[in-house]
C-alpha cells in the first residue's frame, strides 16, 4: 500500500521555524515530482512548493519565496519543507503530494496542522 505520511507541524510563535517532513512508503519517489500544499480554514488548497523530477527545479507561491525551502532525501524516499520566518497567515494544514506519471498530484498524505501565533 502506498502511503505518504507527513509530520513536523505544531504551533510555533511568529517569526518562528518548522521543519515538515513526507516520509513515502509502498513505493519509491526518488523519481517523482513532489509538491507541499496547504489548506487554511475555510479556503481552497493552495499550492505551496514543488521539486521536480530530478530535484533540480524547485517552485514557490510568491509569499514563500525566501522563507520556505522544499527539498528531498531520496535515500529516506522522504521530501521537506523547511519553514522560516513563519507569519500567523502561514497557519493551515500542511499536505504533501506525488506525481507518478499522471500529469497530477495523484498521491497524498492526510495532513499536518501548523499553527502560527502572533
Known amino acids: 500500500q502506498v502511503q505518504l505520511v507527513e509530520s513536523g507541524g505544531g504551533l510555533v510563535q511568529a517569526g518562528g521555524s518548522l521543519r515538515l517532513s513526507c516520509a513515502a512508503s509502498?513505493?519509491?519517489?526518488?523519481?517523482?515530482?513532489m509538491a507541499w500544499f496547504r489548506q487554511a480554514p475555510g479556503k481552497e488548497r493552495e499550492f505551496v512548493a514543488a521539486?521536480?523530477?530530478?530535484?533540480?527545479?524547485?517552485y514557490y507561491r510568491n509569499s514563500v519565496k525566501g522563507r520556505f525551502t522544499i527539498s528531498r532525501d531520496n535515500a529516506k524516499n522522504t521530501v521537506y519543507l523547511q519553514m522560516n520566518s513563519l507569519k500567523p497567515e502561514d497557519t493551515a494544514v500542511y499536505y504533501c503530494?506525488?506525481?507518478?506519471?499522471?500529469?497530477?498530484?495523484?498521491?497524498w498524505g492526510q495532513g499536518t496542522q501548523v499553527t502560527v501565533s502572533s
Open positions: 521539486l521536480s523530477r530530478s530535484g533540480g527545479n524547485t
Open positions: 509502498g513505493r519509491t519517489f526518488s523519481s517523482s515530482p
Open positions: 503530494a506525488a506525481e507518478t506519471g499522471s500529469g497530477t498530484y495523484d498521491y
